[in-house]
């Protein structure tokens, strides 16, 4: 089964009929919001609004594990996160969708593994690729069949927040190779991972990055809000074309 994972300016997800919520409890305590479950075009597939139904969840507060285990427990094989990035790369004007191809993790103190404890083998799991190289085509191809563009590839900068970046450590991030920047990708990839579910981003620019472009002097929320209400639309475009 199908999940999508909803990110800012995405806590529902209405095109699904037959819909019925779940509440699931975790080893590691509650999810961000009961799973939502619905058909689309026949397609079994679970909703998961990752800061909650009320956006009142921050990305260092999200309780990634349980997501993660819920989704997993529900018969989840395959995970799109949507998540809203800055543009850091300067061809990423507000606006643009992007399926990106690696991550650089910049957050701390956030639980990032399954397994932990007295009771946990020790184990190291293979993360060359974050992302599952077959879903990032399905996206495309879904995307293909509406007119919709998508950009291919592309390293995710994952910092802690809630707060936005300072300039200078956009540069770094740049330095780093990273094209885009947002915060909820980790651990929520690696923990995918771990569970054999395959998972990918699609990622939504909301803003240029901190420093740059029209962001120079200061990141306008307001502007965000406003790329988010069209750009949501077009993602969701893409989701209900997936197959
Ligand atoms: N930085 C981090 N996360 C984000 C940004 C940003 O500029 N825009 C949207 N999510």
Partial sequence: MLAIIGGSGMAMFDEMVDRRRQVVRTPYGDPSCPLSFGRIDGQEIVFLARHGYGHTIAPHEINYRANLWALDEAGVTAAVSVAT????????????LL?????????????????????????????????????RDRLVAAAQSIGETLLVGGTYGCTQGPRLETAGEIRRLAGDGCDVVGMTAMPEAALAR????????????????????DSARQISLADIQVVLESAIGRVRGVLRALR
């Fill in 85 to 96: 990035v800055g543009g850091i790369r300067p061809d990423l004007a507000a606006g643009t």
């Fill in 99 to 135: 399926l990106p191809d690696q991550i650089v993790d910049y957050t701390y103190r956030r639980h990032c593994t399954f397994f932990e404890g007295p009771d946990k083998p020790v184990t190291h799991i293979d993360f060359t690729e974050p992302y599952d190289g077959a879903l």
């Fill in 194 to 213: 771990e569970l054999g579910i395959a998972y990918a981003t699609l990622a939504v620019v909301s803003n240029p990055a901190a420093g740059i472009g």
